[in-house]
C-alpha cells in the first residue's frame, strides 16, 4: 500500500484522527507522565522502521544537511539506539516493550522484496558511474573534494535475514536492552522482548500475532493501551483487524508542509570544547565541529554543511504523529454508513471495518500488482467507498464476515457480493482512463514546449556538463579555506547527483528527449480496444481466445490473492509458499465469474534465511551469502543462474517515473532453488569434516585453526537457524524471582523444560518461558554485566486459539468528538475537471466561493486553457492552475495574495508556458475586463490589454509592445475572476524594455489604485 498516499489520504480525510505528539526533548526522565496526556501500557517496534533511516538516511531530507551517514556497522547500531531511545521518551510505555525485526517472510512478500533489492542494486550502478564521471570532471577543473568513503553500509540489500549484518544487529541489541534494563529507571520495570530476524514473519505481523493471541486468553485485559511504531501503511489496517479500541500508531510526521521549520522539532547545540570536535543531540545525528583548532579532513568526509553560527549547530529531527484508531473507528462508523439499505438492515460497525479493510486492498498492497484501474493519488479509495455505499442494498449487505476467519469452507468471504461490488466498480474506467490519459498528454505536450523554448529546436542536453568557464588550478597551501572550500564542492558534487537521479527517473522527460514517446504510452487505455492491447503486451495473448483465457486464469489467481492477504491480516500465515505469479493485475471489470473460484491453500513452511537470500538479493549483493552459496548467482554452470539477471526491463508504461515501473524479473523457482541450495548445505558439511582431518595434522596451529573454523560454521548455522524470542526482566521483578526460583529447582539446565508465565507476575503477558541455552558469543546476557542483575530466558507466545476479531466485553469506549458533520461529501476524481480539491482553502476564500465558470473552471479544481495566439511566433501550450497557487512543474508552488471582491474577467485568452528553469513564456496575452460585478463592487476598467512580456515566480516582469509601454498597468500576469480567484497569464518577450509588476498595483488611466 502507497506510503505516505494512504497515510495521507486519511489524515486529509479524517483530520481528528492523527494528533502531533508531544517531544520534551530537555527531559532525561522516561518514568515522568506522559506530555501527551495519555499513558501507554505496551510499546510495540516494527524495527525495519528504524533500521532503514539509520542506515541509508534520504538524501532528499532535510537532515541530510547535518546528518552523518554512517560508514560502519557500529556507528548503525549507535544510531538505531539512539531511535529507539527517542521513541521510548516519547511513548513511556508502562508495561511491555515489544522489538520486532522482520524474519523470513512468506513467498507472498518475496516478490516485493526481490524487486525492491535488483532495482535499489541497478540504481546504486547507475549513481556510482555518475558519481566517478563527476568526480573526473572537478578532478579536471581542479575543484577538490573529499575522497570516497570506505563504507561497510554502502548496500542496504543486507537489511535482510541471513546476513552478518542482521546476526550482529540481533547481539548488540541485546546488549543494549540489557544496559537499558540494568541502569535505566524507565526500562527496569518493563518486560522487554526482542523477536529478531531469525524468528520467522515479518515485523508487524509478529507484533499483530502477538496481540492476537494475548487476546484470547484469560485475564487479558481489555483496556490495554498498545502503541504500533512504524512507517508502513499496513500498520494501520492491522490494528483496525485487532479490534482493539485502545491503539495507538506512532509514526514520522510526513505530512509536514515546510520540513524546514524547526519550531517544534529543534534542538539548538553548543559545541563547546569537544575534544573529539563531535557533536552529539538526542535522536541519531552527530554532526563535526569544524571549527575545532585540530581539524582533521578525513574525519569530515559526510560533512554537508557548514553554519554561519560559528559552534552553533541547528539540529533537526522529524516530528512524529500519533494516529488513534479508536477515532478513526469513528470516522468509517459515519461515512461507511449507505442509505440504500436492504429492509430491516441493522448496521454493525464492526462489519463495517472489516468490510473497508478489505475493499483498500483494491487501493494496494505489498502481495499483490496494482489493478490499473485504482490509484489512490488519483481519489481510489474515495471511490471504493463511493461504489461500496452506492451498491450496498444490490450487494445484499456485507462483503467479508471475520467471525468465520477460521472456516475452512471459505465463509468468511461473500464472493458473489465481492464480484457484484468489483464489476460495480469496473464501470468506471473508461472514465478514468480518459482523464489519466488526459493529464498525462497535457504534461507532456507542456514538457515538450519548456523544450522548445530552451533550446530552440526541441532537444537539449539532458545532463549538461558543469561548465570549465574560470577554473582554478589545484591549491597548493592547505589553508583553512580551503578546507571549507572542499567541502562546498562535495556539496555541490552531491546536490548534482541527486539532481540526475531526479532527471533519470522522470519517464516523460526522457521519452521527449529521446523521440521515443511512443514507449510512453503504449496501451493507450483511453481509446477503444484498450482491453486487448492490455493482455497482448502484458501476457502475451494475441487471439479472443488468448485473451479470455488468460483473463480467466488471472481473475482467478488475483482472487486467491485477495483471500490470501484478508486471511493475513485476520489470522496469520495461511500458506508460506502461495505467490501470485503474473506482473500485471486485471481491470475491474475483468472479475466477471470470480464467484466461481474455489480457493484452496497448502500451508508448507518458510524458508531458511540463507534460502530467502537466495531468493530476494541481486548477484551484486552476493557478498551478503556465505561463498558457496555466492557462486550460485554467480557462476556459468550454477543450475539457477537464469534467477540472477544482471540487467532487466522496466516497463514504465503509463507511469511518470521511473520507480513507478514494473521490474519484469523472473520468478523463483522454489523447487529447483531448494534443490541447489540443499547440495551446498551438504558440501558444506562433508568440507568442515575434512577440513577438520586436514587442520588435526599441524600441531602448533591445531586448536586455534579449529576454533576458528567452527566458530566460524556455528555461527554460519546459527545466521541460518530459526530462534525463538527472547524476554528479558530486570532481576528483582517478582516474575523474574519466580522463573529463577522454578529453574533452579529442577535440577541440570539441559533438563530444565518451559514455565507457564504467570499473568499476575506478569503485568497481563501471557505464554511460556524456557531456558537461554545458547553458545555465549550468541547470547549469554547474564554476564554481559559485571552485576547479575538482569534474566534473559526464551519465550513462546500462548497455545494458539482462535481469535475473534471483535471488540472484547469489559471494553472502555473512549471519548470521542468526531460527529456525522465531520464527514465530508467528495467529488471523485474522475468526475472533476482537473486534479482534486486540496483539503484547505487558500488565505482569504470563502468556503462558498466557486470559480466563475465563464473561465472553464470548476470550484475548486485546477483548469485548462489553450488557444492559439495570432502571432506567427506562437505556439500551442497548456497550463495547469489552481486557485491561488501557480502550479511550475517540478518545482515548488508559490501561493499569492487572494483578493476578494475582484471582478469578473469574461474574456482571458492566453497562451504560454513554464521553462524549466521557473520563468514563465507565451505570447500575446490578452485581457478583456468588462464591467461586470457581483456585489456592487466598484466597476472595473473596461479596456484590453496586448502584451508581450515574460514573468517569472518573483513577479518580475520584461515587456516590450507600445501598448504596454504607454500604460503603467505593469500587472504581472494575473487577474482576478469574480470570487476572488486568479487566472494567471503569460506571454513571451524578447526585449531589453524591463518593467516590475507589483501584484494588486495594477494603474491606469481609468482604474487608478484598482486591483487586478
Known amino acids: 500500500m502507497g506510503v505516505p498516499s494512504f497515510y495521507r489520504w486519511l489524515a486529509n480525510k479524517y483530520p481528528k484522527t492523527v494528533v502531533n505528539a508531544v517531544e520534551k526533548t530537555e527531559e532525561k526522565d522516561g518514568t515522568r507522565p506522559n506530555p501527551n496526556d495519555l499513558e501507554f501500557d505496551n510499546l510495540y517496534l516494527d524495527m525495519n522502521g528504524i533500521i532503514h533511516p539509520c542506515f541509508h538516511p534520504e538524501h532528499d531530507d532535510v537532515l541530510s544537511k547535518y546528518l552523518t551517514t554512517p560508514g560502519t556497522y557500529e556507528e548503525v547500531f549507535s544510531n538505531i539506539f539512539e531511535y529507539i531511545d527517542r521513541i521510548m521518551m516519547i511513548v513511556r510505555p508502562k508495561k511491555l ?12 512478500k518475496m516478490n516485493q522484496q526481490r524487486t525492491r533489492r535488483f532495482r535499489n542494486a541497478k540504481d546504486q550502478e547507475t549513481l556510482r558511474k555518475e558519481e566517478d564521471r563527476l568526480r573526473r570532471q572537478y578532478e579536471v577543473e581542479g575543484k577538490d573534494v573529499l575522497p570516497k568513503q570506505d563504507s561497510e553500509v554502502t548496500d542496504s540489500n543486507i537489511i535482510t535475514p541471513g546476513t552478518t549484518f542482521m546476526f550482529e544487529l540481533s547481539k548488540q541489541l541485546q546488549t543494549y536492552v540489557h544496559l537499558r534494563v540494568s541502569k535505566n529507571d524507565a526500562w527496569k520495570h518493563l518486560k522487554v522482548i526482542l523477536s529478531d530476524a531469525n524468528a520467522h514473519g515479518e515485523g508487524e505481523h509478529k507484533i499483530m500475532s502477538f496481540i492476537r493471541l494475548q487476546r484470547t486468553c484469560p485475564g487479558y485485559n481489555p483496556n490495554t493501551h498498545h502503541v504500533l511504531y512504524g512507517l508502513d501503511a499496513d500498520l494501520i489496517m492491522l490494528a483496525l483487524a485487532t479490534h482493539e479500541l485502545h491503539f495507538s500508531i506512532l509514526r514520522e510526521n510526513v505530512l509536514a508542509e515546510d520540513k524546514s521549520k524547526t519550531s517544534h522539532s529543534s534542538v539548538l547545540l553548543q559545541a563547546g570544547n569537544s575534544e573529539t570536535n563531535v557533536v552529539k543531540c538526542r535522536g541519531w545525528f552527530k554532526q563535526f565541529d569544524l571549527n575545532s583548532d585540530k581539524v582533521d579532513i578525513s574525519q569530515q568526509m559526510n560533512k554537508l554543511d557548514i553554519t554561519a553560527a560559528g559552534k552553533q549547530k541547528l539540529l533537526v529531527k522529524k516530528p512524529h504523529q500519533f494516529l488513534h484508531v479508536w477515532i478513526l473507528r469513528e470516522y468509517l462508523n459515519f461515512d461507511l454508513r449507505s442509505t440504500n439499505v436492504p429492509e430491516n438492515f441493522e448496521y454493525d460497525i ?5 468490510d473497508f479493510i478489505f475493499i483498500c486492498f483494491f487501493g494496494g498492497n505489498d502481495f499483490l500488482p496494482h489493478m490499473p484501474t485504482l490509484e489512490i493519488h488519483e481519489g481510489g479509495i474515495d471511490l471504493l467507498i463511493h461504489v461500496y455505499k452506492q451498491e450496498f442494498k444490490n450487494l445484499g449487505g456485507y462483503l467479508v464476515n471475520m467471525e468465520k476467519v477460521y472456516d475452512k469452507k471459505g465463509g468468511y468471504i461473500k464472493v458473489k457480493r465481492v464480484e457484484k461490488f468489483i464489476l460495480a466498480l469496473g464501470t468506471y474506467e473508461d472514465q478514468i482512463f480518459k482523464k489519466r490519459s488526459a493529464i498525462h498528454e497535457s504534461k507532456l505536450r507542456r514538457m515538450f514546449s519548456e ?9 537539449e542536453e539532458l545532463f549538461p556538463v558543469i561548465s570549465t568557464h574560470n577554473q582554478k588550478g589545484p591549491y597548493t597551501e592547505k589553508s583553512p579555506d580551503h578546507d571549507v572550500q572542499i567541502i562546498e564542492n562535495t556539496k555541490a558534487l552531491k546536490e548534482q547527483l541527486k539532481s540526475y537521479n531526479r532527471e533519470i527517473s522522470d519517464v516523460f522527460r526522457n521519452g521527449l528527449l529521446s523521440d521515443m514517446v511512443w514507449k510512453i504510452f503504449v496501451v493507450k487505455l483511453d481509446t477503444p480496444g ?15 481466445a488468448d485473451v479470455e483465457k488468460m483473463r480467466k486464469e488471472v481473475v482467478e489467481r488475483y482472487t486467491e490473492g485477495l483471500c490470501w492477504v484478508l486471511l493475513y491480516y485476520f489470522s496469520g500465515v495461511v500458506s508460506w509458499t502461495w505467490f501470485y505469479p503474473f506482473h500485471y493485475g486485471p481491470f475491474a471489470s475483468d472479475f466477471k465469474g470470480l464467484s466461481s473460484t474455489k480457493v484452496t491453500f497448502q500451508r508448507g513452511s518458510p524458508f531458511k534465511p540463507f534460502d530467502q537470500l537466495m531468493s530476494v538479493l541481486p548477484p551484486t549483493s ?8 555466492r557462486l550460485l548467482m554467480t557462476t556459468d554452470d550454477s543450475n539457477i543462474l537464469d534467477f540472477y539477471p544482471n540487467d532487466f526491463d522496466v516497463d514504465t508504461d503509463g507511469k511518470r517515473f521511473l520507480w513507478q515501473g514494473i521490474c519484469k524479473l523472473p520468478f523463483i523457482d522454489e523447487k529447483r532453488l531448494l534443490a541447489s541450495t540443499k547440495m551446498i548445505e551438504k558440501e558444506l558439511t562433508v568440507r568442515m569434516a575434512e577440513w577438520y582431518l586436514e587442520i588435526r595434522t599441524f600441531t602448533c596451529l591445531t586448536r586455534t585453526l579449529i ?14 537457524a530459526e530462534n525463538a524470542d527472547k524476554l528479558f526482566l530486570h532481576s528483582e521483578e517478582n516474575l523474574a524471582l519466580q522463573i529463577i526460583s522454578s529453574f533452579n529447582n529442577e535440577g541440570s539446565i539441559e533438563q530444565k523444560s518451559s514455565m507457564k508465565v504467570d499473568t499476575g507476575l506478569s503485568g497481563d503477558i501471557n505464554g511460556f518461558v524456557y531456558p537461554n541455552l545458547e553458545p555465549k558469543y550468541v547470547c549469554d546476557v547474564n554476564d554481559l554485566g559485571s552485576d547479575h542483575d538482569v534474566l534473559c530466558v526464551f519465550y513462546d507466545p500462548p497455545c494458539f486459539s482462535h481469535h475473534i476479531p471483535r471488540v472484547l466485553e469489559g471494553t472502555d469506549i473512549p471519548d470521542s468528538d468526531v460527529s456525522e458533520a465531520d464527514i465530508k461529501e ?9 486534479y482534486p480539491v486540496r483539503s484547505n482553502r487558500c488565505h482569504g476564500q470563502p468556503e462558498e466561493d466557486k470559480i466563475d465558470p465563464s473561465v472553464g473552471l470548476a470550484s475548486g479544481w485546477r483548469g485548462r486553457v489553450n488557444e492559439i495566439a495570432s502571432s506567427s511566433q506562437s505556439r500551442i501550450q497548456e497550463r495547469h492552475f489552481r486557485h491561488g497557487t501557480h502550479s511550475y512543474p517540478n518545482r515548488s508552488n508559490r501561493s499569492y495574495e487572494q483578493v476578494q471582491g475582484a471582478q469578473r474577467s469574461p474574456t482571458i485568452r492566453a497562451v504560454g508556458g513554464w521553462s524549466g528553469r521557473g520563468r514563465g513564456r507565451g505570447h500575446d496575452a490578452t485581457l478583456n475586463s468588462q464591467s461586470t460585478s457581483r456585489h456592487d463592487a466598484t466597476r472595473t476598467p473596461k479596456e484590453q490589454t496586448n502584451c508581450s512580456s515574460w514573468w517569472d515566480t518573483h513577479g518580475r516582469g520584461a515587456r516590450r509592445n507600445g501598448n504596454c509601454e504607454n500604460r503603467s498597468i505593469n500587472y504581472n500576469g494575473r487577474t482576478s475572476t469574480v470570487n476572488g ?16 509588476g507589483q501584484w494588486g498595483d495594477a494603474k491606469s488611466k481609468n482604474a487608478s489604485n484598482r486591483r487586478w
Open 451 to 459: 523544450f522548445k523554448d530552451e533550446s530552440g529546436n526541441g532537444e
Open 981 to 996: 480567484q486568479f487566472w494567471a497569464v503569460r506571454s513571451e518577450s524578447s526585449s531589453s524594455n524591463q518593467g516590475r
Open 707 to 720: 576454533n576458528i573454523v567452527f566458530y566460524i560454521q556455528e555461527e554460519e548455522a546459527q545466521r541460518n
Open 530 to 544: 484498450w482491453r486487448k492491447r492490455y493482455y497482448k503486451y502484458k501476457f502475451s495473448a494475441e487471439t479472443d
Open 826 to 834: 467528495v467529488r471523485l476524481w474522475h468526475e472533476s475537471h482537473g
Open 622 to 629: 552476493a557478498h551478503a551469502l556465505p561463498p558457496p552459496y
Open 350 to 354: 464492526e462489519r463495517l471495518i472489516d
Open 97 to 108: 516493550l515489544y522489538l520486532a525485526i522482520d524474519g523470513v517472510a512468506p513467498r507472498a
